[in-house]
């Protein structure tokens, strides 16, 4: 038997249900078809990932991907030149 996946988007419906407290947690389980536990395992991660959405984490993160892209694409852009060139050296053509 295959583990089922949900999305982020449901996951995150799923623990700002169980945030807000005003059914239990079985009540939600019940209505969405998730183990109790799961959902206990969920609004956990969320409220903890909460203080990073006001701590400015995110964008550090996505400011860190943008250097990351960048240097891949140099390093791309320089393999690209030595590969032509030693192409032409050893007279393979395209």
């Given at each position: 038997m295959q583990r089922k996946k949900y999305s982020a988007g449901f996951k995150a419906k799923v623990a700002l249900e169980a945030i807000k407290e005003q059914r239990t947690v079985n009540e939600i389980a019940s209505e969405y078809g998730v183990h109790p536990t799961q959902i206990s395992i969920w609004k956990k991660e969320a409220q903890e990932g909460l203080s990073g959405v006001f701590s400015g984490a995110i964008v550090r993160k996505s400011e860190q991907d943008e250097v990351l892209k960048e240097r891949l694409y140099?390093?791309?852009?320089?393999?690209k030149v030595e590969v032509d060139w030693l192409k032409k050296k050893t007279g393979f053509a395209d």
């Open positions: 140099s390093q791309i852009g320089q393999l």
